[in-house]
């Protein structure tokens, strides 16, 4: 099958796409510069499409965060446009959009309030010089490799995440849906006061019907991937607000007038009491950031199927930080309303969010009141059908037909991040997720192993019911490392094992390959249960074990306890070695091993 020239970029046959195929050296940090290389004519129509679309949401979503953070609403645009012109040669994804975002505003906004005293200069030298420290702080976390951290995130936190976020988003785009404001307390409280608002008859139906009429456009024609239903449906709806006078003769709210200026470099000037709060607050919003960005990224490169190296995201925002803390701006994070937008709108690659920052640009400088009569409410169905389009149900079904307990933990992070917010329900998911894994080394499965008929090899006798164990000899798997957690409880099983012997037993040979590793506590143990099977006369022996496992034994002192003639390189070996010393026949007349 080949590849569409519309399509963006895929491994060729016999590649693929991971970090160790990426670019070495100084040109890995520009992987802008790499995507322009690779750049293909065909998407160009695609990512301007895109980018125009993009517009329409960069500028009210980002006059409406700068509010949010604090800082007066033009200062949202320039912390839109240059960090989305830097990221874009920074950064490793194709499609992730950044910009102004609302997990970040309440963080921004409590640090900058207080030391402001209502003066915007001085809250936008505040917020642009936490984007400084936030965009040092990414950028040296790159450097130092730290990205390893995103492998916390499993897929099922991931879908768990982003079925979250969607579902906040959604919640909080009603109001807008249906032409009123409510004061944000959470998304479970925001649709009590949603529909607290409906019954009291605060809703504005004209507004209403404009949106979801934009909605049914856009998911009507979402299916084809040649038409812009989202630029059709935002430009219909500006067109028919604005020729019918629907917001002064209706109350639609509309976007109005945009402010006019474009960004200039500046340093950002505070003052020496400033210093502790602004790195404080800095480092808790690179902390924010990278967390949203890792899974919006991990998520859309498993999508695209391309490789994009945690490292180089975290520089890639710390870079986009960096230009806004000097234009201007705030701290920046990527968007899950805005990244879903521009892809179900065809983007291709980061020319889409260079397209969106130029039309901003255009906008403020050269026609302000091109978007007036954009609806509200518009905006809002654009925002509801993006998020409607991060809902992942499909492979949730298969992994909780495979996997329930992971299954549930995506749902626990879903109900986290919608209830208590996106760091808050990340760190609960991964905290279960942990728990898990723990668990699984705490009480691992363990077997006794026997001959199976007509299959070779040894193997779990619970499993296998035919199978015939050697007389005297117990053959004990152990299916993980051993450390302090579950040193007794394999000290407790190997016991039970030999107990459970239909036969004295003379030999216990362990089979070690599962065991990964074993710390100073359960080499102790293994040094006690020698002790104690040497008292009853039998023979501690382990077969398989790897090289790696046996140089911590050398280590401990236990290789030299235990003897070398106790170490067998398979389980086949060690049975040998005891049909040797103890010749037992099998009753079928069958030989034993393989």
């Given at each position: 099958?080949?590849?569409?020239d519309?399509?963006p970029?895929?491994p060729?046959?016999?590649?693929?796409?991971h970090?160790?195929s990426?670019?070495?050296?100084w040109?890995?940090?520009?992987?802008?510069?790499?995507?322009?290389?690779e750049?293909?004519?065909?998407w160009?129509?695609?990512d301007?499409?895109a980018?125009l679309?993009?517009?329409?949401?960069?500028?009210?979503?980002?006059?409406?965060?700068?509010?949010?953070s604090?800082?007066?609403?033009?200062?949202?645009?320039?912390?839109?446009?240059?960090?989305l012109?830097a990221y874009?040669l920074?950064?490793?994804?194709?499609?992730l959009?950044?910009?102004?975002d609302?997990?970040?505003a309440?963080v921004i906004?409590?640090?900058?309030?207080?030391?402001?005293g209502?003066?915007?200069?001085?809250?936008?030298a505040?917020a642009?010089m936490?984007?400084?420290?936030s965009?040092g702080?990414?950028?040296?976390?790159?450097?130092?490799?730290l990205?390893?951290?995103t492998?916390?995130l499993?897929?099922?936190?991931?879908?768990g995440?982003?079925n979250?976020?969607?579902?906040?988003?959604?919640?909080?785009q009603?109001p807008?849906?249906?032409?009123?404001?409510?004061?944000?307390?959470?998304?479970?409280?925001?649709?009590?006061?949603i529909?607290?608002?409906?019954?009291?008859?605060k809703?504005?139906?004209?507004?209403?019907?404009?949106?979801?009429?934009?909605?049914?456009?856009i998911?009507?024609?979402?299916?084809?991937?040649?038409?812009p239903?989202?630029?059709i449906a935002?430009a219909?709806?500006?067109?028919?607000?604005?020729?019918?006078?629907?917001?002064?003769r209706?109350g639609?709210?509309v976007?109005?007038?945009?402010?006019?200026?474009l960004p200039?470099f500046?340093?950002?000037?505070i003052t020496?009491?400033?210093?502790?709060?602004?790195?404080?607050g800095?480092?808790?919003?690179?902390?924010?950031?990278?967390a949203?960005?890792?899974?919006?990224s991990?998520v859309?490169?498993a999508?695209t199927?391309t490789y994009?190296?945690?490292?180089?995201?975290?520089?890639?925002?710390?870079?986009?930080?960096?230009?806004?803390?000097?234009?201007q701006?705030f701290?920046?994070?990527?968007?899950?309303?805005r990244?879903p937008?521009?892809?179900?709108?065809?983007?291709?690659t980061?020319?889409?969010?260079?397209v969106?920052?130029?039309a901003?640009?255009?906008?403020?400088?050269?026609?302000?009141?091109?978007?007036?009569?954009?609806?509200?409410?518009?905006?809002?169905?654009?925002?509801?059908?993006?998020?409607?389009?991060?809902?992942e149900v499909?492979?949730l079904r298969?992994?909780y037909?495979?996997?329930?307990?992971?299954?549930?933990?995506?749902?626990?992070?879903?109900i986290?991040?919608?209830?208590?917010?996106a760091?808050?329900?990340?760190?609960?998911?991964?905290v279960?997720?942990?728990?898990?894994?723990?668990w699984?080394?705490?009480?691992?499965?363990?077997?006794?192993?026997?001959?199976?008929?007509?299959?070779?090899?040894f193997?779990?006798?619970q499993?296998?019911t035919d199978?015939?164990?050697?007389p005297?000899?117990?053959?004990?798997?152990?299916?993980?490392?051993?450390?302090?957690?579950?040193a007794?409880?394999f000290?407790?099983?190997i016991?039970?094992a030999?107990?459970?012997?239909?036969t004295?037993v003379?030999?216990?040979?362990?089979?070690?390959e599962?065991?990964?590793?074993?710390d100073?506590t359960?080499?102790?143990?293994?040094?006690?249960?020698?002790?104690?099977?040497?008292?009853?006369?039998?023979?501690?022996?382990?077969?398989?074990?790897?090289?790696?496992?046996?140089?911590?034994?050398?280590?401990?002192?236990?290789?030299?306890?235990?003897?070398?003639?106790?170490?067998f390189?398979?389980?086949?070996?060690?049975?040998g070695?005891?049909?040797?010393?103890?010749?037992?026949?099998?009753?079928d007349?069958?030989?034993?091993?393989?």
């Open positions: 099958m080949s590849q569409s519309s399509s970029p895929v060729e046959p016999g590649r693929i796409a970090k160790g990426a670019d070495t050296g040109s890995r940090w520009l992987p802008g510069l790499r995507m322009l290389r750049y293909r004519i065909a160009l129509r695609n301007i499409l980018g679309v993009l517009t329409t949401m960069l500028v009210p979503v980002g006059i409406a965060y700068a509010v949010a604090g800082v007066p609403g033009i200062y949202g645009l320039y912390a839109t446009i240059v960090p012109i874009a920074f950064g490793p994804s194709r499609i959009v950044l910009g102004p609302s997990s970040l309440a906004l409590a640090v900058i309030l207080p030391l402001s209502g003066d915007p200069a001085r809250a936008v505040l642009s936490m984007a400084i420290v965009g702080v990414c950028i040296l976390a790159g450097i130092a490799r990205g390893f951290i492998e916390l499993s897929k099922p936190i991931r879908y995440y982003m979250g976020i969607a579902l906040t988003v959604l919640i909080s009603l807008k849906l249906f032409g009123f404001s409510i004061d944000s307390a959470g998304p479970l409280r925001n649709l009590w006061a529909a607290m608002a409906i019954i009291n008859a809703a504005n139906w004209t507004a209403f019907l404009v949106g979801a009429a934009t909605l049914v456009v998911l009507s024609l979402k299916s084809n991937k040649r038409i239903s989202i630029l935002v219909g709806a500006t067109i028919v607000v604005g020729m019918l006078d629907l917001a002064a209706a639609v709210s976007l109005g007038q945009l402010p006019q200026g200039a500046a340093i950002p000037w020496r009491e400033d210093i502790v709060p602004v790195i404080i800095g480092c808790a919003v690179a902390l924010v950031s990278f949203d960005t890792s899974v919006l991990r859309y490169a999508r199927r994009v190296d945690p490292n180089q995201e975290m520089a890639g925002l710390g870079f986009a930080n960096l230009a806004a803390g000097f234009f701006g701290p920046i994070s990527s968007s899950s309303s990244t937008v521009a892809e179900a709108a065809g983007s291709k980061q020319v889409t969010g260079v969106g920052a130029l901003v640009a255009v906008l403020l400088m050269a026609a302000p009141n091109l978007l007036e009569d954009l609806p509200t409410s518009a905006l809002a169905a654009v925002v509801i059908a993006s998020a409607i389009g991060l809902i499909a492979d298969r992994i037909r495979i996997q329930r307990w992971e299954f549930w933990l995506s749902i626990v992070c879903t986290g991040v919608a209830v208590f917010g760091i808050e329900g990340i760190g609960i998911a991964i279960i997720a942990v728990i898990e894994f723990l699984d080394g705490w009480r691992p499965y363990s077997a006794v192993l026997g001959q199976a008929k007509g299959v070779k090899g193997h779990d006798i499993r296998y199978a015939s164990l050697i005297g000899l117990v053959l004990f798997r152990w299916d993980a490392s051993l450390f302090f957690a579950n007794e409880l000290h407790d099983r016991l039970d030999v107990a459970a012997s239909p004295p003379r030999w216990l040979v362990i089979a070690a599962p065991i990964t590793s074993v100073v359960s080499a102790d143990m293994l040094a006690e249960l020698d002790d104690t099977l040497y008292a009853a006369g039998i023979e501690l022996c382990l077969a398989e074990m790897k090289d790696p496992v046996k140089d911590k034994l050398k280590r401990f002192g236990l290789y030299e306890k235990l003897g070398e003639k106790a170490f390189p398979t389980i086949d070996d060690a049975v070695s005891y049909l040797t010393a103890n010749p037992v026949a099998r009753q007349g069958e030989s034993w091993g393989a």
